[in-house]
């Protein structure tokens, strides 16, 4: 059974929309606020940013409108990013009276990627609308269908877990190209290097905010799903890939390894009277590839094809069948991700209630205790 015991309980509503009627639905604004204006025909020439305008929330999960910040030139109210020939820009800078009412028609409709350096592609990372910002990581639209995401807390693992998924059929972001940078920031000073990810924009409604005015049917259809993603993540072959990227700050070359030190933490935590009596031992079946992290903030409703679309791979990797489940139970804390976790994980058919319980049990040993 679900341990229902680690998320409160929801409460109840009567009502609800149906799936074809939740992709009409706002619950941010009437009329949502806009991005900055980026203008270009031709990617590999001067690009203009405007001053103005506030961050979209659209098409991604629990956004956070973040602070705005001038990115504007003080003499001439723009900024190039960079050009082949900076003294003859393609477009007029919309002036600092001139509202804009729709700024998206400011992005390009697409950028030549293999047209752009790395460090080009930093430098629109650095200056483009951001419209999603959490710890060192944030999202940024670069045109209408392509955006990156980067920061001090990427890696190299989450780039290339979300395209072999992608490669696999997942309903996921396609990943186009991945890359690092040498970065410092004053935050974070013990890291000097980030990753940056440029994926396809989904445009639809967050499953956060559709999940509590949705009705049953609609829910039901929704958690259908989703166990059927897992289902099919989980039957995506895997053998030979080790453990990982990383297990608690440690790299573990295979799943006996990764088995003998899970059971020492049921050591140490028996040790400090940290764990239940008779806690059994690990002992794992096999490994799958897990997203661990299948939240509806982490969940797009797509637009157009009402499909499902699986964001955020930070946490993602190969990893024992069971820490899916596991997961899907600690992140699904409040109480609508508590009805939504509960239901998903009754859906699923290989459930793994002994591994969640275990996982549970050495909590000590992996977040008070883990260097022991």
């Not at 992005?107 to 629109?124: A, F, I, N, V």
């Not at 924009?201 to 949705?214: A, K």
């Not at 409040?334 to 994980?345: R, S």
């Not at 209630?353 to 050495?362: A, F, P, T, V, W």
């Amino acid at each position: 059974m679900f341990d229902k015991d680690l998320m409160p309980k929801p409460t109840n509503i009567t009502g609800g929309l149906n799936c074809s009627q939740v992709l009409d639905y706002d619950p941010t604004s009437a009329s949502p606020q806009q991005h900055p204006a980026l203008k270009s025909s031709e990617p590999s020439k001067a690009l203009e940013l405007s001053a103005e305008g506030l961050a979209s929330n659209s098409g991604l999960a629990e956004v956070v409108t973040p602070p705005i910040c001038s990115l504007s030139d003080p003499h001439n109210g723009s900024f190039t990013l960079f050009s082949d020939d900076t003294s003859q820009p393609l477009h007029e800078q919309p002036s600092s009276s001139q509202p804009l009412e729709n700024a998206l028609t400011y992005l390009p409709d697409e950028l030549k990627l293999d047209d752009l350096s790395d460090e080009q592609l930093e430098t629109l990372f650095d200056a483009c609308p951001v419209f999603y910002e959490i710890g060192g990581n944030k999202l940024v639209r670069i045109s209408k269908n392509l955006i990156i995401k980067g920061g001090h807390f990427m890696s190299k693992g989450q780039a290339e877990t979300q395209k072999f998924a992608s490669s696999a059929g997942l309903p996921v972001p396609a990943v186009h190209r991945y890359f690092a940078r040498p970065r410092f920031d004053l935050d974070w000073p013990d890291r000097t290097e980030s990753w940056f990810i440029v994926m396809d924009y989904i445009e639809g409604q967050n499953l956060h905010q559709l999940w509590p005015i949705m009705d049953e049917s609609a829910r039901k259809e929704i958690v259908n799903q989703v166990a059927g993603i897992v289902t099919h993540l989980q039957s995506i072959p895997v053998d030979g890939l080790p453990p990982g990227p990383r297990i608690w700050c440690r790299t573990l070359s295979n799943i006996e390894d990764m088995e003998d030190w899970y059971n020492h933490k049921i050591d140490v935590c028996l040790r400090f009277n940290q764990a239940p009596p008779g806690l059994p031992r690990f002992d794992f079946e096999r490994l799958v590839l897990t997203h661990q992290d299948l939240t509806p903030r982490n969940i797009i409703l797509e637009k157009d094809s009402n499909r499902l679309v699986l964001v955020d791979w930070g946490h993602s990797g190969v990893y024992p069948i069971g820490f899916e489940q596991a997961a899907l139970c600690r992140q699904c804390a409040d109480e609508w991700d508590h009805m939504f976790g509960e239901a998903v994980w009754e859906a699923l058919p290989n459930r793994r209630s002994k591994e969640i319980r275990q996982l549970n049990g050495i909590a000590f040993g992996l977040t008070a205790a883990p260097l022991m």
